[in-house]
């Protein structure tokens, strides 16, 4: 096929034949040129036409202005500029001049003239004019006598002109008939045509075998210049790929590949070898691609881009022959073969090219289906050109597609880690980077792709908003210490919007309820009501709940020790629930109240329940609640007075009117209050049973008038004698009526209880002291004989109403009354044995009536004496032994303060009656025992105050309240000591 270069070669041929100074021309610079012209266009313009030399000079100036006109298309050509240089002003002045000479020169002289017109209106497009002229000269040529040489280079041109006009036969003709020639010039130029007529008439054959017999003679492959004949390299070159272009047109087998390979030039075989590869691969033969790429591959000389080039090419060729992984390893090594050894003139660019439109036809083969191989082209060229970004983010977007996210995570990481990269394109493959890792929803793909954005991304909106997603990572993975620690920092840091500080802060309490770092919570949600003002009721809420479950969780331990319960009640503070709702306020004073009362902080349990109490809201239940706790503090304390005012207050409906006010009257009673009107309405209520007959015992003893009100309560008591007993006695104690009490103690139902004794022997205690007095001052009057007799029968008179004071205690049955009365027959029947040895004898007496005297006195006597003797031995046997004693020895100890008097004057008594023995000395100890004072009383009820559940201060208030105290506390004490002791067993 004809190029520019075949055209200049010719227009040059042309111009040496027709000038005979065209050496000379073509030896002229561009400034001799315009000055020879210049010249010659003066000369001409002064010159006539009829002289000699016109006409010469006139062709001579058309030469000169053809040459410089192909001389300026070629600088036209080198500038890609149409007519820029004046090319087609020169050829349009040259091509006026031949046709004005054509008028004048003579007919044998037409055919240089033609030729160069031709030549020119060729160079100016207009082709038709130039093939006319050519035909001219053809058929004119031996009528005309036209030089051969020319004729031949006509029907070159000629061939020429219509092979550019697709008439590839008639131009055939043409060349064969100047290939006749023997000394036609550019021959090669000629066969090489004649090939492509070949070709284009589908004489393929005949094409290949017309440039093969070319090719086998390199030597004549050769253009004509100035200096003569040259080997044109170049052309050889071109003749040999249009070879290989020729072969591509049917099936290349390893013989066209040999003889492609033997026609090759030495120095360019190499080049020639990896075009033909090339071109085989283009027209689709892959096979018969590969085996050359082999040979090329082969060559030693290559260098280290040539080898990465074929690298690259055969990688692509291995692809289209559906050999992947062959392309892939093939393209893996071309790619770390520029790793190892780079590439050096502006290689790169072109490797990077091919690998990259490798990479991009791979890809879109696999667009519907990505596989690994793809992938792993793309991992192989961003490893080689980390700097394109648009291959990188395909890699990362098929990694992705693929579900292979850590790959896609490391091509993302290409641009954020390298600063050639501008910083949005790095802040992108970051964001990118986590896009993907979030995708995976691989926890630790996740937390790696936060640290890599946090640690290379600036700070900003979308730096915090990751920090929250590494958080939350943490969180999720249940990992809620750190996660709260990290939630925490953001919710405090200023720069992070209000959406996720608020959701960070909530998060990061919630992590610290899931670890059950309630004291952290609870701090932390009160900082939250500081930072987060528009949320403060939100987080003070959380923190009093959370207060609250700390609170409650401590109180209901039982391991927690009293330190760790007053720290939990410091806590408390009244600050913590300013603004809190009714609800909060209620928990609050509840979880304070069981905390004081477990740490004996007795200001603050009640402090905390009258706060309780105070709030409008509390339920009737929960009032109910707080009031008995109130009443129930205030008795353990023995305060019955703050207790009575309390329970006061409680109106529960599932507490009887009888048991409400029962209670009331009990407390008031204990508080040394007016105890009646509520055990008066509790037995109109329909108190019954044991508690009714103690309530009526109260009620006569607490009443200004308890004889008349016993009387009243008698009609109910008789029904209790043993009750109705204790309550004359103590009535009795009280006021000593015994005449009052007559008619209750004449009833049928005190006939066998000991009041009426008890009552009976006070009077038998004071008549047994004035029948003592009166016997013991009765003196024998020995006046005479007739007073002394009166006397002694006054004395024995005396003495039987001694026997008779012991016949009546006898029938009391009252050890004390018998000792008292034994005494008395004991001391004044044994005085009456000394008084009746102390009477002086008779005068006048003989010894013998003397001693007979004393013998009667004697005898008289002894009756006295044995009544003496019985009686001390009866009283020294109860002073040794006698149940009956002691039972009132202990009757005295345990005795009410009301009878303590009375059974006092009786061991009194008892005491003066002579004797030895253990009972003696149990009485005397009795009386000698320090009686318990007021002052032990109030102490004794301060220690059991202060210690309600000391079972040993309990027991020593209970003895001394049995003593000295109300009779209602020795029984409300057993109550509280039997209700300890259960619940210690329990």
Known sequence: MKTLNDILTLAAFVTGILAPNGAFADKMNADTQDLVIKKMERVLSAMDKNESSYLSSQQRLADLLSERARMRFM????????????????????????????????????????????HLYEMAGQNDKAISLYESIVKDAKKKNINPAIVTRSRVGLGDLLFAKGKFKEARENYLVALKDSKLENRSLTVYNLAWCEFNTDNLKGAIATLETLLKTPQKITRDTDEGSRYDGAFHTDIMRDLGTFYTKQDVTSKEINSFEALAPAEKRKDLLLYFAK?????????????????????????????????????????????????????????????????????????????????????????????????NAYVTYTNTFPADKEMVLRGASVATEMNNYAVAIQFNRIISENKAFDQKDRTEALQNEVSVAERSKNPTMQREAYLHYLKYADEGPKAFEVRYQLAYLSYSQKQFQDAAGAFEDLAKDKKGTPDLRKKAADLSLDALAQVKNEKALEALAWDYSVIFPQHNKEYSQIARRTLMNN?????????????????????????????????????????????????????????????????????????????????????????????????????????SEKEKEFRLGTLADLGGMDASKHYRRALKAGLAGERAYVVRTRLVLLSSSPVKELKEQAKVLKQKPSMLNETVLLVYGKTGDAKGLSAITGMKEMRKQSAVNFIAKQYFYEKVGREANKIAQHKLNTKNDRVLQKSLTDRILLLKRADKLLEESLALKDVTAQMLALNVVSVENLRMVQDLAGLPLPAGLSEKEKAQYLGLLKNQSRPYLMKARVAQAKEQEIWTRSNALAMTIKDYQTARPELKPLLGRELSLLNQVPGKGPMKSALEDALSERPFSSRDLVSARKAVAQSPSDLKEIENLKMIETKIGHPLMPAYLEARISHLQRGKSL
């Open 551 to 655: 609170v409650a969780r401590t109180a209901n331990d039982a391991a927690a020790d009293k330190s760790a319960l007053k720290s939990s009640l410091n806590a408390l503070d009244d600050r913590k629930i300013q603004n809190a709702s009714p609800a909060e306020k209620i928990l609050f004073y509840k979880n304070q109240s069981v905390l004081a009362l477990k740490v004996e902080d007795e200001k603050t349990y009640i402090t905390s329940l009258n706060a309780l109490l105070a709030i409008p809201s509390l339920s009737k239940e929960e009032r109910l609640q707080a009031l008995e706790q109130l009443t129930s503090y205030y008795e353990k304390r023995l305060d019955f007075q703050n207790a009575y005012a309390t329970a006061s207050r409680i109106n529960n409906p599932k507490i």
């Open 279 to 375: 071109e085989t691969d283009r027209i689709g033969q892959k096979k018969a691609a590969r085996e050359i790429m082999n040979r090329y591959l082969a060559d030693t000389t290559l260098t280290k881009e040539e080898r990465i080039d074929a690298s690259v090419q055969m990688a692509q060729i291995s692809y289209d022959q559906g050999e992947t992984a062959a392309s892939i390893a093939a393209f893996a090594k071309a790619a770390a073969d520029i790793q190892k050894n780079g590439c050096k003139n502006g290689k790169c660019d072109e490797f990077q090219k091919s690998m990259k439109r490798f990479v991009t036809e791979l890809h879109r083969s696999k667009k519907l289906k990505p596989d690994q191989d793809l992938l």
């Open 75 to 118: 600088l036209e050509v080198e500038a890609n500029c149409n007519g820029c240089k004046g090319s087609q002003a020169d050829r349009l002045k040259a091509v006026g001049i031949y046709e004005s000479l054509l008028k004048d020169v003579k007919i044998n002289e037409h055919g240089p003239i033609l030729f160069q017109l031709a």
